[in-house]
C-alpha cells in the first residue's frame, strides 16, 4: 500500500545553519504533498501545502522564507527550514495523498533540534 | 469552520480492559473521518476511517461509527493490549472527499498497563 518515506529520522543542527527534510512517496505519485509541525504532548499543527511543480500553499502564521517547500517531482517534497533556531526544535511530519484511496499516508516524521 | 473535538487524555487503561475514545466534530458538509494512532517517536497511521453516515470503521479490533446525527466518530475497543498504548487522533476532511486538509482534534494519549 501507500507508503512515505521521510528522512532524515532526526537531525541535530547549530543555530544559524539551514536542514532540508526530504519526504518522498515510494510507491504512488502524489501531486499534493502536507507539512506539519508536532509540538510535544499537542495535535499536528498543518504548515503549508505543496504542490507538484508550483509554489506551496502556506497557512496563516507561517514563515514562507523561513520554512522553503519544494515539490519538484511527483515523488518529492523538500522542507527547507533556513537559520534555524532552538525555537525551530520541533517534530515535522510530512503527509500525501493517494487519490483512491481516502484519507492520508504520512511519513515517520523528522525530530529536529537545533542547539 | 470545520474542528474535531476529542475526549481530554491521558487515558490508562489495564490489559483487557474496554477502551472509548469520544470524538465530536463540525463541519461542513458531509465529512470524511479517519482515527489516526501514533506511536512513540513515530508518524501518523491510518487506524480506520469511515466516510458517511452509518458506516462503521473497523481495524486491529479497533471500531468507530459515523453518527451523523450526534455528528460524532467514538473509537472503541472491547479489550486493550499493552501494545496499544500510543497517541490517537480523530480527523476529518470536510466534503466527503479524499483530497483537502485533514483537521485534527489535539489527540489523546492511551496507556495500557499489564
Known amino acids: 500500500g501507500a507508503v512515505v518515506s521521510q528522512h532524515p529520522s532526526r537531525v541535530i543542527c547549530k543555530s544559524g545553519t539551514s536542514v532540508k527534510i526530504e519526504c518522498r512517496s515510494l510507491d504512488f505519485q502524489a501531486t499534493t504533498m502536507f507539512w506539519y509541525r508536532q509540538f510535544p504532548k499537542q495535535s499536528l499543527m498543518l504548515m503549508a501545502t505543496s504542490n507538484e511543480g508550483s509554489k506551496a500553499t502556506y497557512e496563516q502564521g507561517v514563515e514562507k522564507d523561513k520554512f522553503l517547500i519544494n515539490h519538484a517531482s511527483l515523488t518529492l517534497s523538500t522542507l527547507t527550514v533556513t537559520s534555524a533556531h532552538p525555537e525551530d526544535s520541533s517534530f515535522y511530519i510530512c503527509?500525501?495523498?493517494?487519490?483512491?484511496?481516502?484519507?492520508?499516508?504520512f511519513g515517520s516524521g523528522t525530530r529536529l533540534t537545533v542547539v | 469552520g470545520n474542528s474535531v473535538t476529542q475526549m481530554e487524555g491521558p487515558v490508562t487503561l489495564s490489559e483487557e480492559a474496554f477502551l472509548t475514545i469520544n470524538c465530536t466534530y463540525t463541519a461542513t458538509g458531509y465529512p470524511s473521518l479517519f482515527w489516526y494512532v501514533q506511536y512513540p517517536g513515530e508518524g501518523l497511521q491510518l487506524l480506520l476511517k469511515a466516510t458517511k453516515a452509518d458506516d462503521k470503521g473497523s481495524n486491529k479490533g479497533f471500531e468507530a461509527t459515523y453518527r451523523k446525527e450526534t455528528t460524532s466518530f467514538h473509537l472503541e475497543k472491547g479489550s486493550v493490549q499493552v501494545s496499544d498504548s500510543a497517541v490517537y487522533f480523530c480527523a476529518l476532511i470536510s466534503g466527503g472527499t479524499s483530497y483537502g486538509k485533514l483537521t485534527f482534534g489535539q489527540g489523546t494519549i492511551l496507556t495500557v498497563h499489564p
Open positions: 503527509s500525501a495523498n493517494r487519490e483512491s484511496d481516502f484519507g492520508y499516508t
